[in-house]
């Protein structure tokens, strides 16, 4: 029971009068059509339509880099390589140009090491497949050149 309102009251504001047979909205009682449709209720509230059951869909299997593996048995372990050594923001930033770029990268250790506010880690890799390594460096290569990109 609420402050406000004694139980009959509550089973009054919640009492269904009718429902819109064509869209299912239920309306209190003293209602006589729909505001949407603009057609007669039906008495008594809407019979709920079951949803139709979902087929279960296996979880996609992912490797390291979070790539949809794509031949379940053909899986194999992606090693990860190392692109570049370079301070915390710089290697997110290649990381991120990388990814851009549509080569899966990450950064390892993925975040500061600290001890008493003192970094312990100096330089962050920048990782990706193994198979891309190349690919990975040429697309950072004019990060690296003097003057930048």
Same mark, same amino acid.
């Given at each position: $029971? +609420?402050?406000?309102? /004694?139980?009959?009251?509550?089973?009054? =504001?919640?009492? &269904? !009068?009718?429902?819109?047979?064509?869209? !299912?909205?239920?309306?209190?009682?003293?209602?006589? +059509?729909?505001? #949407?449709?603009?057609?007669?209720?039906?008495?008594?509230?809407? +019979?709920?339509?079951?949803?139709?059951?979902?087929?279960?869909?296996?979880?996609?299997?992912?490797? *390291? *880099? #979070? /790539? &949809?593996?794509?031949?379940?048995?053909?899986?194999?372990?992606?090693?990860?390589?190392?692109?570049?050594?370079?301070?915390?923001?710089?290697? *997110? =930033? =290649?990381?991120?140009?990388?990814?851009?770029?549509?080569?899966?990268?990450?950064?390892?250790?993925?975040?500061?090491? +600290?001890?008493?506010? $003192?970094? =312990?880690?100096?330089?962050?890799?920048?990782? &990706?497949?193994?198979?891309?390594?190349?690919?990975?460096?040429?697309?950072?290569?004019?990060?690296?050149?003097? !003057?930048?990109?």
């Amino acid at each position: $029971m +609420t402050r406000w309102h /004694r139980p009959k009251e509550l089973e009054d =504001l919640n009492a &269904v !009068g009718g429902h819109c047979p064509r869209c !299912g909205a239920e309306y209190r009682p003293g209602f006589t +059509t729909c505001a #949407d449709c603009n057609v007669p209720l039906v008495a008594g509230p809407a +019979t709920p339509h079951p949803e139709p059951p979902r087929e279960e869909e296996e979880p996609e299997e992912r490797d *390291w *880099w #979070d /790539r &949809v593996i794509r031949h379940r048995g053909e899986a194999k372990e992606t090693e990860p390589a190392k692109v570049a050594e370079l301070p915390y923001e710089e290697a *997110w =930033l =290649l990381a991120g140009r990388l990814r851009a770029d549509g080569i899966p990268a990450t950064v390892f250790p993925p975040q500061p090491q +600290t001890i008493y506010g $003192m970094a =312990l880690t100096r330089s962050y890799s920048v990782l &990706v497949p193994k198979e891309l390594l190349d690919e990975a460096r040429e697309a950072a290569r004019p990060y690296f050149e003097e !003057g930048g990109g």
